[in-house]
């Protein structure tokens, strides 16, 4: 296998590159960071944004995961990890917010947005029903007119197997 040797000068420019390019993720990262804490201030004064410590044994919190931590009043603060579908570790994202946002029932129009919600999943519950109410009648009415009438009279099929 054969390497390249570089002028000392060129790998240090390409070490600095690469520094910088590092840097400049850091410095958009902690740019997001502190824009998802000033959203989360925005949706509830008493919000914001932590990461547990790997050995973190406070109640609610999951080592090593970002959390949205709610200070509470004359309470212990309560903790809401941020996390993936089955669990995983994610970033802070803006779904996170979106859902905090959804659940905010202090916002005007919320408890509305939830009735709705709530009749638009009863009505789609009625209706699923009806529908297997309906195939099953249908079914039923299948079987009825297979028992009572099979397709080929008894008669004919008498006539057919005398005729053999």
Do not use: C
């Amino acid at each position: 296998m054969s390497h390249l040797i570089l002028p000392e000068a060129v790998a240090h420019a390409d070490r600095l590159e690469r520094s910088l390019e590092k840097l400049n993720l850091l410095r958009e990262r902690v740019s997001w960071l502190t824009y998802f804490e000033s959203e989360l201030k925005a949706i509830d004064g008493q919000l914001s944004l932590v990461k547990a410590v790997e050995n973190a044994t406070e109640p609610g919190l999951t080592p090593g995961y970002w959390h949205v931590k709610r200070d509470n009043p004359a309470m212990v603060p309560t903790y809401l990890p941020i996390q993936g579908p089955l669990g995983e570790f994610v970033e802070p994202h803006s779904g996170i917010l979106e859902d905090l946002r959804r659940m905010d029932l202090q916002r005007s129009g919320a408890l509305e947005e939830i009735a709705r919600a709530q009749n638009r999943k009863a009505a789609d519950e009625r209706k699923r029903r009806e529908n297997a109410k309906l195939e099953r009648v249908e079914a039923l009415a299948g079987h009825m007119k297979a028992i009572d009438s099979p397709g080929v009279s008894r008669a004919a099929r008498r006539r057919s197997v005398r005729g053999k």
